[in-house]
Each structure stands twice: as C-alpha cells, then as structure tokens.
C-alpha cells in the first residue's frame, strides 16, 4: 500500500490572501500619511514645523511602498513568469532573495517605529536620557536578534522553523513586545501624572491629558497587539506567520502616523486633549509637583484658568519640534 507524505499547505492561496489584506493596509497608509503631510505642513508655521517627524513619517512610508513593490514582483514571478501550478512552492522558498528583502524592510521598519516610540517617552519625560536607556538597549538587541534570524533564514535549505532561527526569533518579538508596552506605559504614566498635578492645582474634575493617554494607548495597542497574534502563530508553528508578516509591516507605519493624524486634527477623547483643537481658552503655565529633574521646564496647557509660577515645565503642544 503506498504512503503519501505531509500535505503541502495551499500557500498560493494563503499568500493571495495576505497579500490582499498587507495591500488594504497599504491603501489605508496612503490616505493616514497624505493627512499627516497635510498636519506637519499646512496646520503649523514654517518655523514650527517638526522636521523629525517629517523625515520619519516620509520614510516609514517609503519602506512601506518598497515591501509593496516586493510583493508586487512575487506575484509575478509566482503566477506569471513560473510555470503554471508552481505558485506554492515559489512562495515554501522562504530563503528567495525577495522573501528575505522583504524580511529586511520589516525590521527596519519596527526599529524605526519602536525608536520613534522611544523618542516620544524621552520628550514626555522632559528629554531625560536615563528614562530611555534601557528601551534603547532592548531596541538594540531586538533588532540584531531579528537581523541574526534573517541572515539564518537567508542560507538555502534553513526552514522556517529552524531550530536556531526558531530561538533568534523568541528574542526578536519577545524583545518587541517588551519594548512597546513597557514605553507605551511609561508615555502613559507620565501624561496620567502630569495631568493629576494639573488636576489638583487647578481643580479640575477630570484629568487634562485623558484624551491624550487613550489616544497613545490604542495606537501603539494597534501595533502591539498585531505582533503578538504573529509571535502567537510563529509559536505555534502556523506557516501563517510569513503572511502576517507583511500585514504587520504596514501597521507599523499606521501606528506613529495615526497618533499625528489625531492629534493634529483633533480626533481624540475628549473636547481640549489636543494641541491643535480650536478653543477659547487661554495658554497658561502651570507650577509643577511632579520631577525635580524637570524644574526647568514648562508646561503649556490649554485652560480657562491663568496661573503662573517661577518652577514650571513644557509639554503642551505635541507636534512641535521635539515634542509628540
């Protein structure tokens, strides 16, 4: 009686699929970044422009374009220029020049977001090197993990699920995850203690940043939670984690994109959380209880109330240069 081996995974259809669903996330980059433009350039003065953010958002997008154009060429070679019924196993050859260019372009990718990520953290702590030490260091080592595990999966012949490469990639998404939600909640922290100082010192009854703390939560939740249903699919050895990939390659460029979009237009929680939202009210500065380390600083807040003090610090409008 003959034996047949393991079924082969319909990979051209799953790929089909993912590809479809990393191309709606594309299309959606498009309009979130042509807006964000439309924020950094049109909604501030050309002397207040933030040009970090500029160069950053550019960038994310271009990498983001470039993995489409990959992808776009791996259709080709899969359903036009191989033979036809080949397309599945074009697509098992992980180790391909594509695949790993692509691989390439996502870990540029989430290092660029995770650093922009930190950069927020470091501001929002009134530019303190020591807060963001250690994110840097994590950052650091996760994308050499994921730049080891990529020159791993390069070599021909190395599966998916290599062993070596299996272990490379726990510390990458380990390392990721880590790095997003520990600075996702320092950002966090720090906006819920300023605002419960605002709070007490001015007798509001909510806290001025709730609308801010949520908005940064669910962004970076956005990015977060994608990788870690792929890091949950990789674990469970789900060759459905290549495709997940390349969504998580544009939810990479949504997530700082879209924390722009709503600031700078005012589409938050909450009536005066952003810093571009018309009001009547009057900027202020406040004293601060909060970090004697950023005694120095002032805080802009946008209030009905006027107070003044000698020790005070800045944070108000978030997409000034150097600020969110």
Request: hydrophobic share 50%.
């Amino acid at each position: 009686m003959a034996t047949t081996g393991p079924a082969v995974p319909p990979l051209d259809k799953m790929f089909l699929i993912g590809i479809w669903i990393e191309t709606a996330l594309y299309g959606i980059s498009c309009v979130v970044f042509s807006t964000a433009l439309y924020v950094l350039l049109h909604k501030r003065s050309s002397q207040t422009r933030p040009l970090f953010l500029l160069l950053v958002s550019c960038s994310l997008f271009a990498l983001a374009t470039a993995h489409v154009g990959l992808v776009l060429r791996q259709l080709l070679e899969a359903f036009i220029y191989s033979p036809p019924g080949t397309a599945t196993l074009y697509f098992a050859d992980q180790s391909a020049p594509i695949p790993v260019a692509k691989l390439v372009l996502y870990s540029v990718n989430v290092f660029t977001q995770d650093m922009v990520l930190v950069w927020r953290l470091w501001i929002v702590w009134g530019r303190n090197w020591r807060i963001v030490i250690v994110p840097i260091i994590l950052e650091c080592m996760h994308t050499a993990a994921a730049f080891i595990a990529e020159a791993r999966g390069a070599i021909p012949g190395i599966p998916v699920f290599d062993k070596i490469l299996h272990r490379w990639a726990l510390v990458n998404w380990s390392l990721d995850l880590t790095v997003n939600i520990g600075v996702t909640a320092g950002i966090a922290y720090k906006l819920w203690s300023v605002g419960m100082t605002i709070q007490s010192l001015t007798g509001r009854n909510s806290n001025k940043y709730y609308g801010a703390i949520l908005t940064v939560i669910e962004s970076g939740g956005l990015f977060t939670t994608a990788t870690l249903v792929t890091f949950s699919l990789y674990l469970s050895g789900q060759i459905a984690t290549v495709m997940a990939i390349d969504s998580v390659m544009q939810l990479a460029v949504l997530t700082p994109l879209l924390i722009i979009v709503r600031v700078g237009l005012g589409i938050t929680h909450g009536s005066n959380t952003t810093a571009y939202a018309s009001t009547a009210a009057a900027t202020s500065t406040l004293p601060h209880a909060v970090s004697n380390s950023l005694a120095s600083r002032q805080v802009r807040i946008d209030i009905q109330k006027s107070t003044t003090s000698n020790s005070t610090y800045e944070m108000g409008k978030m997409q000034d240069g150097g600020k969110f």
